[in-house]
């Protein structure tokens, strides 16, 4: 027996109290990788902006990096340490578009103790987090890349970070929110298995080789042609490429993000169509960010065509001719933004407005974007397959609505959609949800503007996938005489 000094007592109580304290918590930590002057190391001076106090460029982006770190640490639960290394790099851009941003999972592990599903993929930090033992203790966790261009000329010109905390960042890219976005697919918001090959991660090179295995999300989605999971080894990787590309054909079947999805949910926004054998029924629709919003029971009237006389003549680019007031304006995307097409159908006197997707594509259908405040009448996409049905089988009545029988970024089963449009979109397909999802989310596909630096349904993904799994205490005994 080794006799214990009070001062050592006292280290270990005050270790003990810290544990305690940690529990339900998790400590992520930024590995700057930036060379001297860049990025994170940027000397620019700088005036501190919506609640961070940094005085240069590379202080406000470590700042925010730090503030992030810590809100998915107070969401999660490890007593693993998460390391994030990171990077300001120059990302694909031009004038008009820009990659934020990128993060990926460093390494992944499988059949470690605690782990919910056998034969399964999972990425390290919730892999660690379950085996309470970091399992590569060399290696950091994720890699995460930011686009050091943005706001200059060739890379959205216009644009440009904002390090606030406050989300005023105005016509700027809210750099918390990205943050908060691409750590969630490092922590466990993503697929291991190739959405264009369908073919399941494995290691050849390993000795012994590491066979095909599905990830810990595969098996929460679902193909709802063939009804199986993507973790389904019966699942061809045919049938997974094709579900990718299935729009409202993908769906997450997690018992807690789908109950988050029925709880917060908005009523979906649909388009009824009546008194036409053919293509009557309701149709998934876009909505757009300017006009009002749809509601229930909406706006009904009799769909015509619009002819603005000029070819393309249903485009509704210029003033229309002939048209029918009181009826829904059917138009064409294409040639001019979609609040000319809008100005152009209210002055004439439609009480709504349907646009026709002009690309092959799959439902939902994306929104309609543009500003005008002037536009006063409920505008929507339709696919382009739905709206080619419709216009060949008018007249008929639409009606421009939501519907509590459907929720927004749901399907009719009351799962979330996964983002799964048609052509494939690498980078974005499958690990996001998809954007028709209202109030926006988190992961979905793009950062809009009314995020709130919430977790919302990611922590509920996080949940289904083993986040918050109880695993074993260790059990500490201290002996003192
Ligand atoms: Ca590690
Ligand atoms: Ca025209
Ligand atoms: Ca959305």
Redesign the pocket.
């Known amino acids: 027996m080794t006799r214990t000094t009070p001062r050592l007592v006292l280290a270990i109580l005050v270790m003990a109290l810290v544990a305690a304290t940690a529990q339900g918590a998790a400590t992520i930590v930024i590995i700057n990788n930036d060379p001297a002057g860049v990025g994170f190391n940027d000397p620019t001076p700088a005036a501190p902006v919506g609640g961070n106090p940094g005085t240069t460029i590379g202080q406000q982006r470590l700042n925010v990096f730090n503030q992030a770190a810590s809100i998915w640490g107070a969401a999660l639960d490890s007593t693993v340490t998460i390391?994030v290394q990171a990077t300001w790099e120059a990302l694909t851009c031009d004038a008009s578009s820009a990659v934020l941003g990128s993060c990926g999972a460093l390494a992944v592990d499988f059949d470690f103790a605690n782990a919910p599903f056998t034969s399964t993929w999972y990425l390290?930090a919730l892999a660690?987090r379950l085996a309470t033992t970091?399992l590569?203790?060399t290696?950091?966790?994720m890699r995460a890349r930011f686009n050091v261009n943005l706001g200059s000329p060739t890379c959205l010109a216009g644009s440009g970070w904002y390090y606030g905390f406050d989300g005023n960042e105005g016509a700027l890219i809210d750099f918390l929110a990205v943050l908060l976005h691409e750590m969630g697919h490092g922590l466990g918001f993503a697929t291991t298995t190739s959405g264009t090959s369908g073919v399941w991660l494995s290691d050849p090179t390993a000795i012994p080789p590491i066979p095909p295995m599905p990830s810990a999300y595969d098996h929460f989605l679902l193909d709802g042609t063939t009804g199986l999971l993507w973790s389904d080894p019966t699942e061809t990787n045919p049938q997974r490429v094709a579900s990718a590309i299935t729009g409202v054909g993908l769906t997450w079947t997690g018992a807690n993000a789908d109950a988050y999805g029925v709880a917060n949910m908005d009523d979906a926004p649909q388009l009824v169509v009546s008194g036409d054998g053919a293509a009557n029924g309701s149709y998934y629709v876009g909505t757009a960010s300017f006009g009002p919003p749809l509601s229930s029971p909406g706006v009904t009237a009799m769909m015509e065509v619009a002819n603005d006389g000029t070819a393309p003549n249903s485009d509704a680019c210029t003033a229309l001719t002939g048209f029918t007031a009181g009826r829904l304006c059917v138009v064409d995307r294409g040639t001019c933004t979609f609040v000319i097409k809008a100005a152009n159908c209210q002055t004439a006197g439609a009480v709504g407005m349907i646009v026709v997707e002009n690309a092959a594509g799959v439902p939902p259908p994306a929104g309609l974007g543009g500003t005008d405040p002037s536009i006063t009448i409920p505008a929507v996409r339709v696919t382009l397959s739905d709206g080619t049905l419709i216009k060949a089988n008018l007249p008929a009545t639409g009606n421009l609505s939501t519907t509590a029988t459907r929720l927004a970024g749901m399907n009719v089963s009351g799962r979330m959609l996964m983002y799964a449009p048609s052509p494939y979109q690498s980078g974005s397909s499958v690990s996001h949800w998809d954007t028709s999802a209202s109030p926006n989310l988190l992961m979905e596909p793009a950062i809009n503007a009314d995020l709130n630096h919430t977790l919302d349904a990611t922590l509920e993904l996080f949940r289904d996938i083993g986040w918050f799994v109880p695993v074993p205490v260790e059990l500490m005994f201290l002996e003192i005489e």
Do not use: A, R
């Open positions: 390391n390290i660690n970091d590569d203790p290696g950091n966790d």
